[in-house]
């Protein structure tokens, strides 16, 4: 790293990538990058042309001399890599439709992370992480992996656990926006107050105090309630159980309320998926981004636009620059991260990677040890991490009925005939994609299984 | 015990009684009974008197001398006793009533020992088998507590963690059934298979061996499939989704349906619940109890009459004589029980009730040490377990939030207001048997919440 | 099996062969043997063909028809074998004198299955037992192993982590010995006693229990301190601290007065090593064995000699013949044995092996869950398994610091430059049974260390 | 604490007690006290006046305005203490010298923290600190409890497990001596080093990384060897084996080598305690204690002396002041300190304490999750860890068994006749500060019990 930084950011199509380079220019006095590589695959390459061309103007327009590569050869721009972001996504916004309207074309949750939808996301990324994985041992074994590719918990564990690959983080913008929503409600500042999350990827506790020592966990949590719009909220906007959560005396994440409030998530979901005028959020984010480059395409924006904020992962870049400066500038800061338990959830095995509250510095992330949880969410949790570990299985293996086992114990999936449907009709939905389950989407098509929502169906 | 043994059966009232006695005097040679205390409540005064006396009816047509006690006084029958069993149902069949219907009201499964019914089914049984123990280290210290009242793992779980009593097993027929059904299957007899048992009460999993050693757990499940008949069904018949099964090499227990195809349970609880001319289960066993106690009543019955096999319970009497029986004379037969883990499940605490394979002899239960399930039968087993050990805390408590955790966390109840709905419904439903929750239930009177299911809301 | 057992008997030339033959004899109606082999190997030759033609007396003299083939081709022997016993010393009895002369002339423990010497016992033994098992997965892959040689748990362990053989047994005379000498001394017969013994080899504790389900270490205990003959003792005979024991309520096994009482052990040894009239152990079994057989030699001898039963190990043989035959017959004979632990012992992890109360029948060894042990022992116990596990490591990559490791964490070595010292003689005396430290010993003899002890160096 | 913050040492005239004056004013802008109260008992009211007076004159050479207390009234003193340091010690330096002689005197390591002497340390301590947290529960309930009395982590977690009090910390000078010293060893400051421990108090282990997170471990390791000046040594300087430390690429604290190299620092002890010119540590310290005090009445002296730096625990006080005013200003400063567990080291239960990395701040401690040691070093803490809490429980029940068993696992001692005579002598020599084992001690002196090292048993 003595001549500067190299970055490898793989999706670097991402209509992202302007936030994650404004990220890296605010901070190039403490991390000083060279070069800039942005991957992409040949059905990304319009995108990014637009956006690649649109991240060397804001980097022309700022005071330092830094080369954004655009390329479609992988191997390539990892080449001596010091740090690898990741957020790419196997069949585009397209796939994320079929994951959404698939389940709810059945009356599930149909969700990017959560679901049925999440564990299909799994089965189509695990394995080119895996793949990326192993250029990165060839071609940059020094490197860090920054992982905001989502279900990013199990993306991060099957690198750790499949691809014999330590030097990773997963990255998610759900703490930021608690950290950012949060300490206003009872008069303080983030500095003010000390916070630690515990649990997995989009399924985490938080407990906050004051810098007395003082839980101020259940103020928040009363402030919430009575105060509408402090809500952590990007998700749609359905409180959880006032009396459940000063029970519990932990903040769940934004999104436990798919587990904490199905029903009305779901219901929620099916109205706007039973709207055509709505559509399912990847139909809104596709016309979002859709828009978003259209902006990008003009030759005199030279920062990130206003317009990106209003997209639902927003702070997602800006955590990722922090991670690596932190990383390289030994910075110590609290940063929540998807890493090696090591012990810090003590109820889940320590060679398994956990989402918590961690010290990011030179050494990578130091996990802060939470304690065990109460009884329900130690369960919870418990279920939870079992089911993911049974996706990565599955996912490496193409094998079926694990496929099913993880569907079965789902929190969000009601089991029985109608699961297995949805589970046979995403595995036709992404036959592209999941070529480990080929002889099954055979057998399938063959006995004549087909998509029943018109819009999924006649997606590519 | 040396004038012989002193049996008290709390529940005496119940329609079982007659199995129990069968039990006995088959038994008579190695379990040699001096007398037998029925005890029950005033509500079952009448029931306690006809089964009671017949009870007698068939000692005295048997060889062996043996007085039948009936009392409502429960401290005067457990004086010295030196085996107590228990098969109360506070609230009676009405209370199971409403545990079904009050669920299926709104969609959700509604079962005796599952799902919301489960929930308060312990609710109303955990203080008064705690009283009981009360009662027993005064009058009877050196008895053993065999429980099968149901939800039994719940119950026996709480005996030992807030009665601090060890000497309890805890029974369930539904292993008796698999062993039963299954070994013809493969042209076997019981005697010449190995059972290993593990898990939670209807909540586990079995595997067998043959006695070459060879595991034979995947031939059978094979013959299931190929021979309808074969499927261990004493609930609604429908078969766990074979490439699953055959996945997992496990063969899950009969209650595992409403977890493994909860759909097609549901579907089938509710086309009962909307036919007045079936009505749900308890309301069926309701119709058969009274045709029961009519043939008690016959001066001239002095056996077990068939009609008791037809009642769902069958063999859950004989396993607890044998049970008995093998604790007095050092049988060391092999049982499955509910009992302290100490390790047997390693997936589980140690010091939790599990239901495994046991021998069963003078020490009371050796549980045989499973090993480590599969990762999704490991995280659901484990959710399983804390969600049991919230509701107990609940049933001791009274603590409404606690309650409300149980309910979100459980597998069968889809999280929400319509959840919470339901959990409010049946406090009030059940207010007469939750004094724990008096305030509780006097706040949702206030707030005007009543029972929607007309046929639950006029039960006493 | 159809055509009766056939047992190969690896270490087929020991002195205990006499009684594994007249174990076999008295069970016949139960196990029906059709041919045993004994293997031995060229060192062994002589002793195979006195004890083998004795072996084959013993069987023309008793009704049945069972040829004893004596072979050094241990794979011709093992081809179909249904069952394969390790009775093997590799170095015989010379390595033993070793194990115990280098360690006590440095004023250390020198024992053969516990501190240095037993360490390198495991040294010696693991690399040859994984053989067998290589060939056993070739020549008879449904075979069980039931092994006798010492370090039998570490043996054990090694076969199934390093062997990955799950097949196996490890047996001891230990437990037995006590089951055999403690009812007495409260007036009972073993039937009138439930024994639950928990631990590892040669480091277990055990608690039992009357019909009544009572207590009755602690009584157990009181009687063997007012009873000195009552002592469990076919190791030097000294009392465990009376109030220690009590206070554990738990029995130690014989074994464990290395560890309870290290300096009166230490000094009972170095009296016996340092008159050279008494000589080590080793050197007292080495003339016993002479005279056995000399014994075996007579031509009109076909059954065990009375003195056989003064050698140490009596009772290891027909443990093993019961134990076999339990597994043939499914008898579900309680028997303490070294399993894979599953759970029965939760202090250690499930997939390492322990020895504990089993039931043996057709499916091996169905282990009893023991539960959590008191602090103390717990600790003691864990320290044993790790340093073990170090041991096992070391054996098998011939690793010296991990040898180190081992040593130093053993309760029995005093940590330092005495027992780095006693290390290294201890590799250069066994040079010709360790290939696995060939490097480290060649520097080691290039630094000029030779043995001290001149009995010790003049063995080959 | 808005008028500034009162700080309370308990064992105020204590020889430190300058060095935490000298940490205390450097310190004052972050830590803006208000007043000191040095407490002590009547036995140490002189020294208390010497160090105290003096105390005061420092803060007077100031340019702070903070009085500084003295008093033999602890709960006058704890009244709404902001901190309250522990540094007492029960019987004095006499109490020291007797740990130190009596083992010795029967060949066994002397020791103030560790060994037989460790535990008696412990056995005089944990009651009078479970006094002061009652106390401070009524007087101060919001303090925080910084102890560095030894046996730090037996006193801390006796606090946290009988006191059930959490708002403590223990502190240690060993990890700042090897983070002071190990940088420089290959040519680093310590901020150019990523340190990680893990372990219990006086048994711990390190890993080191540099900034681009390469592993420095092994570099050090093997600089130390190189340099002989190098080793971090306050204990007496005797190197780990090179290849025993590489293997385990951990370095061991300077207290670890009464365990890897437990005959030299035996041997080196017992050549100090045979030459009466020299005499133990104790005897030591006493002297020079004496000097320090003569200097301390110098009413010139108004900063720390020279000569206390020389005293073994030197950085201990200045470790104090920094945890303290990294709680007051939440400076998140990474400090090694005994903790609840809560995973960190997650081959020890969770609710037990350990020592630590931790960053500490207004919330305490948060450890950092280490994960799971290697095998050798896994057993040995986790019997070290049950032999401390077996101690504890002896120290709160007086169960002289339990001291027995204590003595029989603890590595340091060899088991038997002359462990045991050694636990008796230190009871009857500390009979004065053993209320909880009285019993015991009058039927020890009844039976003629006395102590045999002259020196010790002259001692009051």
């Known amino acids: 790293m003595t001549k500067g ?35 992409d695959i040949e059905d990304g390459k319009e995108k990014l042309e637009t956006v690649g061309t649109m991240a060397q103007r804001m980097w022309d327009a700022s005071p330092y001399d830094v080369k954004v590569h655009l390329t479609l050869d992988r191997r390539e721009a990892l080449k001596d890599a010091d740090f690898v972001t990741t957020q790419f996504r196997v069949g585009l916004l397209d796939a994320r439709i079929k994951d959404e309207r698939i389940p709810l074309s059945y009356g599930m949750v149909g969700q990017e992370t959560n679901g049925a939808g999440g564990i299909f996301k799994a089965f189509r990324t695990i394995p080119v992480i895996l793949d990326i994985v192993e250029d990165m041992k060839e071609l940059c074994p020094n490197a860090w992996l920054i992982n905001f590719t989502n279900p990013a918990g199990m993306v991060t564990d099957a690198v750790v656990r499949y691809g014999k690959w330590d030097k990773v983080l997963g990255l998610c913008n759900v703490p930021v926006g608690a950290m950012m929503a949060e300490p206003e409600l009872i008069g303080k500042t983030l500095d003010e107050l000390v916070y630690s999350f515990a649990g997995i990827n989009h399924f985490h506790w938080h407990r906050v105090r004051d810098l007395q020592g003082n839980d101020v966990t259940g103020e928040i949590i009363e402030k919430m309630y009575s105060n509408d719009s402090g809500i952590p909220a990007n998700i749609h906007d359905i409180p959880f159980f006032l009396d459940q959560v000063k029970q519990m005396n932990m903040i769940p994440c934004g999104y436990h309320r798919y587990y904490y409030r199905t029903e009305e998530m779901l219901n929620h979901m099916l109205e706007e998926y039973n709207d055509p005028a709505v559509g399912t959020r990847a139909q809104q984010v596709k016309q979002t981004e859709a828009e978003l480059f259209e902006l990008y395409k003009d030759p005199n924006l030279d920062h990130k636009p206003e317009q990106l904020s209003k997209r639902g992962g927003a702070h997602y870049s800006d955590a990722a620059c922090e991670t690596i400066a932190s990383i390289y500038a030994n910075k110590n800061t609290h940063i929540v991260v998807s890493t090696k338990n090591n012990g810090a959830v003590p109820d889940l095995p320590a060679d398994t990677v956990v989402e918590v509250s961690a010290y990011i510095g030179a050494a990578g992330a130091r996990p802060i040890a939470f304690g065990e949880l109460p009884a329900a969410e130690k369960g919870w949790l418990q279920v939870m991490k079992n089911m993911e570990q049974v996706v990565e299985e599955a996912a490496v293996t193409g094998n079926y009925a694990l496929a099913l086992q993880a569907f079965t114990i789902n929190p969000l999936i009601p089991s029985g005939e109608t699961a297995k449907r949805v589970l046979d009709e995403l595995l036709i939905a992404h036959k592209k994609y999941l070529p480990q389950f080929a002889d099954k989407i055979a057998e399938l098509e063959a006995a004549g299984v087909t998509v029943k929502d018109d819009i999924a169906r006649e997606l590519a």
């Open 5 to 39: 930084v190299k970055i490898v950011t793989i999706g670097g199509g991402s209509s992202y990538t302007p936030e994650l380079m404004e990220g890296f220019i605010k901070r190039y006095d403490e991390l000083p990058i060279r070069e800039i590589w942005l991957v």
